[in-house]
Protein backbone atom coordinates (compact mmCIF):
# COMPACT_ATOMS: atom_id res chain seq x y z
CA UNK A 1 0.00 0.00 0.00
CA UNK A 2 1.42 3.47 -0.44
CA UNK A 3 0.01 6.42 0.96
CA UNK A 4 0.62 10.11 0.00
CA UNK A 5 0.19 13.42 2.57
CA UNK A 6 0.82 16.63 3.08
CA UNK A 7 1.39 19.55 5.98
CA UNK A 8 -1.90 21.97 4.90
CA UNK A 9 0.54 24.23 2.86
CA UNK A 10 2.59 21.46 0.91
CA UNK A 11 5.98 22.48 2.09
CA UNK A 12 6.27 19.05 3.95
CA UNK A 13 4.82 15.99 1.48
CA UNK A 14 5.18 12.80 2.33
CA UNK A 15 5.02 9.33 0.73
CA UNK A 16 4.44 6.25 3.18
CA UNK A 17 4.56 2.48 1.94
CA UNK A 18 3.07 -0.25 3.94
CA UNK A 19 3.39 -3.52 3.56
CA UNK A 20 -0.13 -3.94 6.11
CA UNK A 21 -3.52 -3.60 5.12
CA UNK A 22 -4.87 0.07 5.92
CA UNK A 23 -7.50 -1.32 8.31
CA UNK A 24 -4.69 -3.41 10.43
CA UNK A 25 -2.04 -0.17 10.86
CA UNK A 26 -2.25 0.09 14.18
CA UNK A 27 -3.03 4.03 15.14
CA UNK A 28 -0.66 5.33 18.35
CA UNK A 29 -1.79 8.09 20.89
CA UNK A 30 1.50 9.29 22.41
CA UNK A 31 0.01 11.21 26.15
CA UNK A 32 3.10 13.85 25.99
CA UNK A 33 2.21 17.49 26.00
CA UNK A 34 3.66 17.73 22.29
CA UNK A 35 1.33 15.34 20.41
CA UNK A 36 -1.55 15.78 22.54
CA UNK A 37 -1.46 19.77 21.94
CA UNK A 38 -1.10 18.92 17.86
CA UNK A 39 -3.77 15.83 17.89
CA UNK A 40 -1.07 13.85 16.61
CA UNK A 41 -2.41 9.57 15.73
CA UNK A 42 1.09 7.94 15.01
CA UNK A 43 1.58 5.28 12.71
CA UNK A 44 4.93 2.99 11.69
CA UNK A 45 5.57 -0.10 9.83
CA UNK A 46 8.91 -1.43 10.15
CA UNK A 47 8.89 -3.53 6.95
CA UNK A 48 7.44 -0.06 5.16
CA UNK A 49 9.38 3.18 4.03
CA UNK A 50 8.89 6.64 4.79
CA UNK A 51 9.85 9.72 2.26
CA UNK A 52 9.80 13.00 3.77
CA UNK A 53 10.15 15.82 0.91
CA UNK A 54 10.80 19.47 1.69
CA UNK A 55 10.49 21.96 -0.36
CA UNK A 56 11.90 24.75 1.61
CA UNK A 57 14.03 24.58 4.61
CA UNK A 58 13.97 27.40 6.10
CA UNK A 59 10.27 27.15 6.47
CA UNK A 60 10.40 24.09 8.68
CA UNK A 61 10.57 23.75 12.40
CA UNK A 62 13.41 21.34 13.53
CA UNK A 63 11.93 20.38 17.16
CA UNK A 64 14.06 18.76 20.07
CA UNK A 65 12.44 17.96 23.32
CA UNK A 66 12.72 15.43 26.57
CA UNK A 67 15.55 13.21 25.42
CA UNK A 68 16.30 15.41 22.44
CA UNK A 69 16.70 11.84 20.69
CA UNK A 70 14.64 13.23 17.51
CA UNK A 71 13.67 15.58 15.38
CA UNK A 72 10.18 16.59 15.25
CA UNK A 73 9.13 18.38 11.78
CA UNK A 74 6.75 20.88 12.28
CA UNK A 75 5.71 23.42 9.40
CA UNK A 76 6.84 27.14 10.19
CA UNK A 77 4.40 28.37 7.74
CA UNK A 78 1.13 26.62 8.58
CA UNK A 79 2.00 25.07 11.88
CA UNK A 80 1.14 21.10 11.02
CA UNK A 81 3.36 18.58 12.71
CA UNK A 82 4.31 16.06 9.82
CA UNK A 83 6.88 13.39 11.36
CA UNK A 84 9.48 12.84 13.77
CA UNK A 85 12.65 11.14 12.63
CA UNK A 86 15.64 10.08 14.38
CA UNK A 87 19.13 8.56 12.96
CA UNK A 88 20.11 5.96 14.80
CA UNK A 89 23.68 3.95 14.34
CA UNK A 90 23.62 5.88 10.63
CA UNK A 91 20.13 4.59 9.53
CA UNK A 92 16.77 6.77 9.96
CA UNK A 93 13.57 6.13 10.96
CA UNK A 94 10.54 7.77 11.74
CA UNK A 95 7.10 8.11 12.86
CA UNK A 96 4.34 9.68 10.77
CA UNK A 97 1.56 12.12 12.03
CA UNK A 98 -1.34 9.47 10.35
CA UNK A 99 -3.45 12.34 9.96
CA UNK A 100 -1.74 14.22 7.34
CA UNK A 101 -2.45 11.47 5.39
CA UNK A 102 -4.56 12.19 2.60
CA UNK A 103 -6.74 8.65 2.71
CA UNK A 104 -6.14 8.79 5.97
CA UNK A 105 -9.96 7.58 6.96
CA UNK A 106 -8.53 4.59 5.33
CA UNK A 107 -6.99 3.95 8.73
CA UNK A 108 -9.45 2.50 10.72
CA UNK A 109 -8.28 1.41 14.03
CA UNK A 110 -8.63 2.74 17.04
CA UNK A 111 -5.95 5.03 18.58
CA UNK A 112 -3.76 2.85 21.17
CA UNK A 113 -2.97 5.18 24.25
CA UNK A 114 1.12 5.07 25.07
CA UNK A 115 3.16 6.58 27.51
CA UNK A 116 6.94 6.78 26.81
CA UNK A 117 7.54 8.72 30.15
CA UNK A 118 9.76 5.89 31.49
CA UNK A 119 12.75 4.72 29.40
CA UNK A 120 15.82 5.95 29.05
CA UNK A 121 17.50 7.47 25.99
CA UNK A 122 18.85 3.95 25.58
CA UNK A 123 15.49 1.78 25.59
CA UNK A 124 13.61 4.62 23.55
CA UNK A 125 16.01 4.42 20.64
CA UNK A 126 16.11 0.74 20.82
CA UNK A 127 12.39 0.61 20.20
CA UNK A 128 12.30 3.47 17.64
CA UNK A 129 14.79 1.04 15.78
CA UNK A 130 12.57 -1.93 16.20
CA UNK A 131 9.24 0.08 15.99
CA UNK A 132 9.36 2.71 13.64
CA UNK A 133 9.51 3.04 9.96
CA UNK A 134 12.76 3.16 8.03
CA UNK A 135 13.15 6.87 6.66
CA UNK A 136 14.76 8.98 3.89
CA UNK A 137 14.16 13.18 4.22
CA UNK A 138 15.24 14.89 1.49
CA UNK A 139 15.58 18.48 1.65
CA UNK A 140 16.71 19.30 5.17
CA UNK A 141 20.01 17.21 6.41
CA UNK A 142 19.88 15.38 9.32
Do not use: K
Not at 84 to 110: K, P
Amino acid sequence: MRFEGRCHCGNLEVTFHTSQRPEALVLRECGCTFCRRHGALAVTDPAGSLEVRIRDAGDVSRYRFGLRTSDFLVCRTCGVYVAAVSTIDGATFATLNANVLEAREALTQRPVPVAYDGETAEERLGRRRRAWTPATVRGLPL
